[in-house]
Each structure stands twice: as C-alpha cells, then as structure tokens.
C-alpha cells in the first residue's frame, strides 16, 4: 500500500511539472498547447545524449537540457504560435498537434525505436522507508526537485514584477494591454518558463524511467486532462490533482485492475468535471 | 459527381480505385464531425470510437447472427446514437478546450475497451471474415461493386448531411454557434439542439466504421485509435469547418498528402507534422475559406 502510494507520489510529480506548466500556457495566451509532450521527451532524449556520449555529470546535464529546451521553446513560439496569435482556438490546436508529431518522430529519427535508459547510480541506490517499502535515491531528488520547483513558480508569481504581469495577463489580456503590459512579451516569458518545466520532468524521467521517443503522446493527454480537471485560475490546484492522480494511478494498477487502469482514471476525471465543471480549485470564470 | 461516377473507367489501377473508396469513407467521418464543429463549434476527439462502435455491432450481427446488412446497419447506428446521447448528456455541459477534452477521454475509454472486450472485438487481432455489405440478398463481392455500393451510400449519407445544415435545425446550430444568449432569447433551447447535433453527428461517423468494416472485411481496434478520431478533425480543419464541401475537400486533401508522403518513407510522419503546421500558417480557414486577405491578416506580424 505505502509502496504503492510512495511510487504514485513519484509519478504524480513529473506530471505535475508538466501540468504546471501547460497550465500556465494555456492560461495566459490561451494557445492549447498540444506540443508540450514534446518538449517532455526531447529533455529527456538530450539529457541522455550529454550523459552517455558527452560524458557530463548528471547535475550539468540537467541543467544544459533545460537550457535547450527552453531555447527550443521560445524559438516555436517566436517562429509559429506568435503568427498564429489571432487565430481560432482549432486551427492552433491543429498546428500544435503538428509539432507533436514532428517532434515524437524527430526523435525516432535521431535516437531510433528501441527504449533507453541513461546510466545513473542514483536510481539504483535503494533506502528502506519501512517494512518491505523501499525508495531509490533518485526517486527522493525527484520530490525535492518538484517542490522546489512547485514553491519558486509560485513565488515568482507572486512576488516579482514580471510575475505579475503574468498574473495580469493570465485574468484579462485586453485590460493588461490597457495598463501597458507588453503581452506578446509575457506570452513568450510563459512560454519559456513552461518548456523549461516540461524539459526538467523530461530529464528527470529519463534518469529515473526507460525512456522512448514516443513517451509525450501519453503525458500530454493527462496533463491536458488535468489542466481542466484541476480547474483555470489555480497553479496549485493543478499541481494537488496531478499527485493526486499518479497515486490514484499507481493504486489501481496495484488493487484494482492493470488492464483498465486509464479507462478507470479518465473515468474519475469524467466524473469530477460533471460533479465541478469549472474543476476542483477552480472559480467560476466568466469569458467573453 | 459524373467524375466519381466514371472513375473506375479511368483510372489505370485499382490502387487509385481503393483510394477514392477510403477517401469517400473517411469524408463521411468528416461530414459527422463538421456538424459539430463548423456549425456548432464544438471538437469532439471520439469520432474514431464511435465509428468503432458501429463497426464492431455491425459486423458482430452479421457474423453471429446472419442478420441482414440494412438491419445490421440501422441497429448499429441506434447504438451508437444511444451511447453518443448517454455521453452528451455530462460532458455538454463542459465547453470549448474542456469540452474537447471530456471528449478526448471518452475516446480512450472506448479505444480500451475494444482492446480489451475480447470476445466482441477479438482485441488487438481484430475480426476477420467480416461480410460483405448486401442489400435484399444481392451481395456487393467485386471491387467494382463494393466502389458504386460505397459511392452510393456516400452520396445518400452527404445529401442528408446538406439538408439537415439547410435545414431550420442547421440554422438553428448556426444561431446557438454564434450567440447561444441570443438564440435563448429566440426560443430556441441549445442544450437539447447540441444534444440532438451529437446524436446526429456520431450516427453519421459511425456509418464511416461500419462501412469500412464491410469493406475490408478486416476490422481492428487499431482502426479506431485517437490518432484517427485527430485525422478526422484534421481533415475538417484543413478543409474547412462550417461548410458544406470542406470537409469532403479536407478528406480529398488529407489523403493527397498522406499518400504523397508515402515516398518518403522514414520521414513521412515528421514531415506530416511539419505539413500541418504549415498549413495551419497559411490556410488558417482551410480550403474553402482560401482567401487573399485572410493570408494577409494572419501573415502580418502582430503589433
């Protein structure tokens, strides 16, 4: 049971990453970025090349992928989403479902079919929590990870200037336009800071999981499901759905059913938008 | 019209003759789908599970139970309406992403089950042996046939399609579409009107399954992925949503550049996603709303 809880937890947590941050893009420039699974599994995909063929330590890995992906980010979103600024809601989705696919088979291109894993001696390290109930190191830098990153979001949204404006943005583009806010500026500030969380989650799950080229399609999904099921206008709440989601995940794989786990997971999230169609956290939003 | 009916006349292999069958096929899937998005502005990601529904009832009666193919047919199609209404009726109330995203879950629901409903489906192998389409005993066995037999029911499925749009229920979706407090104010009740769109718009995709069941006589859950149910909507969108020819030129589209992509071979799908991007850049209102200034508009650096 605790293992059980204890692996969703882990789990839960990348995704949260990717939630927060799909969370933020969707929110602020209202692009519903279908692509994000990509960024996801390119952070990972780099960081395993810095790793086995560059020889860097795990640390400057990490840090180097992110940097990529976030420099990968911006470049979509100067390049593609910025000119389609004015377009229908489908017609960027159509787009952003384009890049997901170039992206899932850039990486078939460049790194082939076969699952990879990347040399960590963390990952096999493992800590008796109690009883039978056991975590690898890596696992436990994995939290750490998520809620440093949880708390310096939140606190950059709150306290800094730019946070802000992002703020702003977020509840009225029109009327943050009005006070001077550059929101073609903040859109692409947002972009970057949500790429980077994809990427982080990337090579975070490539140091702990096997990783292949197609392993954004599903993440992307939930993290789409749980932008809606966490509710707009809650970061937080995003990031409390999506644990909560990898321990309901990894339970009912463990007690319930292993054949039907997503059916019985998209059922739930089903049955939450019914009960609170503006989602968990969220407040009713009036949109024009 | 007389091109498609002269097609097979010209056309120097059977290859091309198959497909125009899966092109007709999939504009049925379309034209189901643009009910809802062009004239209601509403995604549903579960064309491709709905279509299996029927395609899986369809061929199950026929190879079980020797029904009769117009029968097998209409009973598929009332199942699928029923289900189609029974998941309407929650996520209806969700709108816009979330709504597309309630419909996105169903999808994989339904895309597990199938897998997984051995008996009914035969899980990842499929079925085979699924009949032919027959009408009062003649049954359609030669490519020829099976090709006017799909025309035919694509004809009477798109001519249906036109009059429900012309119709005062079509105007009536424009309406809700466009301002659905107004359109309160006309009497008029969007909840039971989008309810009734579903029901209509997923009979009409699951007529898309069952046809391409009875014709490949090979049915699989990997007909029915996500994947598809995405193609589908691709098609509207690169075609044009909210009219009545974009979705069977978004279907014609679709396929001219999967096909085209085909001698890529490794690069097919990277450059696939690369086209969509593109065209999304340069045709944000697909090809029947093609128009100069629209480029312009769109093409123009914002601020």
């Known amino acids: 049971m605790l293992q059980a809880v204890i692996n969703g937890v882990v789990n839960g947590g990348l995704l949260a990453l990717m939630t927060l941050g799909l969370s933020l893009i969707i929110n602020t420039s209202r692009i519903p970025n279908f692509a994000h699974g990509g960024f996801f599994t390119w952070g990972a995909f780099i960081t395993y090349t810095l790793i086995t063929v560059y020889q860097y330590d795990m640390a400057t890995a990490v840090i180097l992928s992110v940097l990529s992906i976030t420099a990968i980010g911006v470049a979509v979103e100067r390049t593609i989403f910025r000119f389609l600024r004015g377009a229908s809601e489908e017609t960027i989705f159509v787009a952003a479902t384009g890049l997901l696919i170039a992206f899932t088979n850039g990486a078939l291109l460049l790194w082939g079919d076969w699952p990879r894993t990347i040399p960590n001696p963390l990952s096999s390290t493992l800590l008796n929590v109690a009883e039978g109930v056991s975590v690898t190191m890596f696992r436990l830098i994995i939290l750490a990870t998520v809620a440093a990153t949880v708390i310096v979001v939140s606190m950059f949204l709150k306290y800094t200037k730019q946070g802000k404006a992002i703020r702003a943005v977020y509840q009225d583009t029109t009327v943050s336009r009005l006070v001077g806010i550059n929101s073609d500026r903040i859109i692409l500030l947002t972009f970057a800071i949500g790429t980077s969380l994809a990427g982080l989650a990337g090579s975070m799950a490539g140091l702990e999981f096997a990783i292949s080229f197609d392993m954004g399609i599903p993440i992307t999904i939930k993290a789409f499901l749980l932008v809606i099921v966490g509710g707009t206008g809650s970061l937080l709440g995003t990031a409390t759905a999506a644990l909560v989601f990898g321990v309901i995940d ?28 503006q989602g968990i956290f969220g407040r009713e939003v009036k949109r024009s | 019209m007389s091109l498609m009916v002269f097609f097979p006349f010209i056309t120097p292999n059977n290859y091309y003759l198959h497909l125009v069958v899966m092109m007709m096929i999939y504009s049925i899937s379309a034209a189901g789908l643009n009910l809802m998005m062009g004239y209601l502005g509403l995604l549903p990601l579960s064309v491709a599970a709905f279509a299996g529904i029927g395609a899986f009832t369809s061929a199950n009666l026929m190879i079980r139970y020797n029904v009769p193919f117009l029968i097998a047919l209409l009973a598929a199609i009332l199942l699928v309406t029923v289900i189609a209404v029974a998941i309407a009726v929650p996520l209806l109330r969700t709108r816009g992403i979330f709504y597309v995203i309630g419909t996105l879950s169903s999808q994989l629901i339904i895309y597990e089950l199938f897998l997984n409903l051995v008996e009914i489906t035969g899980g990842s192998i ?10 009062f005993g003649y049954s359609f066995t030669s490519f020829l046939e099976l090709y006017y ?55 009409i995709c699951s007529i898309s399954g069952i046809l391409l069941a009875h014709y490949l006589t090979h049915v699989s859950a990997e007909n029915f992925t996500l994947l598809h149910s995405i193609d589908v909507f691709l098609m509207v969108t690169m075609g044009g949503a909210g009219t009545f020819y974009g979705p069977i030129a978004g279907a014609v589209i679709w396929t001219v550049v999967m096909e085209t992509l085909l001698s ?12 969509l991007v593109v065209l999304m850049l340069v045709i944000p209102k697909g090809a029947m709303g093609f128009s100069m200034p629209n480029i312009r508009k769109v093409l123009k650096f914002p601020q």
Do not use: D, Q
């Open chain 2, 264 to 275: 890529f071979r490794g690069l097919r799908e990277l450059l696939y996603g690369i086209v």
């Open chain 1, 250 to 277: 990894s339970l009912t794989i463990t007690y319930l059913t292993s054949i039907y786990n997503n059916a019985v997971v998209f059922a739930a999230m089903m049955l939450i938008l019914l009960i609170r169609p």
């Open chain 2, 149 to 203: 037999f799909i025309f035919l029911m694509t004809a009477v499925t798109h001519s249906t399609v036109y009059l429900i749009i012309k119709s005062n229920f079509g105007r009536s979706l424009l309406a809700i579409k466009e301002n659905e407090v107004k359109a309160i104010s006309l009497g008029l009740n969007p909840y039971t009107h989008k309810l009734f769109a579903s029901a209509i718009s997923m009979a």
């Open chain 2, 126 to 135: 499929g079925l085979r042996g699924v009949p032919k389409p027959e009408l």
